[in-house]
């Protein structure tokens, strides 16, 4: 088979290249089916298998950002404008707003500047209208400067706050977590710990007269964080860390 070299490859247009790689299945495929037929269907299912755990530790990473926690260890993440970042752990999520800039300052003085970059563990990969433009070492960085619009930061504020609006638990009108009235119980009724949102005292008083919760939990008038009768889904449950936790400052 054709052998190509690093540098011709760096060079041709990534269709070309996957064309290649398409010719080197066949070729495997072709070889594999002469010597075993069933070889060829034991990969493929352990194709199909890697794909579905990794679709799986996908729903799993996503479902533990919903809640709150920290993909890699569990703990909680402190939540901003266009990052998620565990402090216990350090890891971190960026979403890139559309119009800002990646400046990356390297040791000697100078800057690259970028609509993205991608961060392997040797390089920074600088990202501009999908092409790689620039691979730097990351021995030569000083600091990553990350340039925002202010359009993006307004919109991306205004954004959050729509997904701030949350309903009543009690009578399922809007409401918002920052108004004087806006009320939080935090009750199990089953095994784990839940969150429920009230727009005014009256309905948090209904919703618990209508849904008492166990005698020996006693959730309505039991500190939290003195009672283990359920698993915690939530470390503080004082209303002003609440309002922390949802909202962006």
């Not at 070492?137 to 949350?166: K, M, S, T, W």
Request: charged residues 35%.
């Amino acid at each position: 088979m054709l052998k190509i070299t690093k540098k011709q490859r760096e060079r041709w247009p990534r269709e070309l290249i996957l064309s290649e790689k398409s010719e080197e299945l066949e070729e495997h495929l072709t070889l594999l089916n002469a010597e075993d037929r069933a070889a060829v269907e034991r990969v493929s299912r352990e194709v199909d298998s890697k794909i579905v755990e990794a679709a799986r530790e996908s729903v799993k990473e996503l479902k533990m950002l919903e809640e709150g926690r920290c993909p890699v260890c569990s703990q909680k993440t402190r939540r901003f404008l266009f990052s998620t970042i565990c402090e216990h752990c350090g890891w971190s999520g960026y979403s890139r707003p559309l119009h800002a800039k990646v400046v990356i300052h390297l040791r000697d003085g100078s800057a690259l500047i970028c609509e993205d970059v991608y961060h392997t563990p040797d390089e920074l990969m600088c990202v501009t209208q999908d092409v790689v433009r620039y691979r730097v070492p990351r021995n030569v960085v000083a600091y990553v400067e990350f340039d925002h619009a202010e359009e993006d930061i307004r919109q991306r504020r205004e954004q959050l706050a729509r997904e701030e609006q949350g309903q009543c638990s009690w009578c399922m009108k809007p409401v918002a977590r920052t108004n004087e009235e806006t009320r939080v119980t935090f009750a199990a009724f089953g095994i784990y710990q839940e969150r429920f949102l009230f727009c005014s005292i009256h309905c948090q008083t209904a919703f618990q007269k209508q849904y008492p919760t166990r005698i020996h939990r006693d959730c309505y008038h039991r500190d939290c964080s003195k009672c283990e009768e359920c698993q915690k889904r939530f470390d503080d449950t004082s209303y002003e860390t609440f309002l922390e936790e949802e909202f962006v400052h």
